[in-house]
């Protein structure tokens, strides 16, 4: 897809990602939340949904290394990073580039999630890329792709 197609509830999406909010919808009759957002609810039927931001916070239920096939080099120069299955705190789950801080806790992930069922915790990272505007064309655009960071990073 190329940035000028964008349906309008998918530019709202990015313009929040570009403001560091993970907006979703949210069903105005069962309070389901909707990610990626979808404009009727997906649990109960209805046809009304509503923007809401989300903390941006979750958990991680799984990941993986990547492999020669999909290794992004814009992610490589960035940090250590993998592919990761995100559960959001509100409760919809997605699949995410996640930013690991360092390769020795890139190798431990999968063993820390899946032997000793850890609880690992991750926070909402939107970074910046530059994109072509158009198909043929070499006019590059700010563009802000949703991404996840382990909280530890941080701590
Ligand atoms: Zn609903």
Request: with cysteine; charged share 30%.
């Amino acid at each position: 897809m190329l940035l000028e197609d964008m349906e309008p509830i998918v530019q709202r999406f990015y313009d929040g990602v570009a403001e560091g909010k993970l907006l979703v919808r949210r069903c105005a009759e069962c309070g389901a939340i909707e990610f990626p957002p979808h404009l009727g609810c997906n649990a109960c039927g209805y046809h009304q949904t509503e923007w809401v931001e989300l903390s941006g916070h979750g958990t991680l239920e799984s990941f993986v290394v990547p492999g020669i096939q999909n290794d992004k080099p814009y992610l490589k120069a960035i940090a250590p990073y993998g592919y990761g299955k995100v559960r959001l705190d509100e409760g919809a789950e997605y699949s995410f580039v996640v930013f690991c801080g360092k390769k020795k806790v890139v190798k431990g992930l999968q063993e820390r999630l899946y032997k000793d069922q850890e609880k690992i915790g991750v926070h909402f990272k939107p970074i910046r890329r530059e994109v072509p505007l158009k198909q043929s064309s070499d006019e590059l655009v700010e563009w802000w792709q949703p991404c996840f960071e382990l909280d530890e990073v941080e701590a």
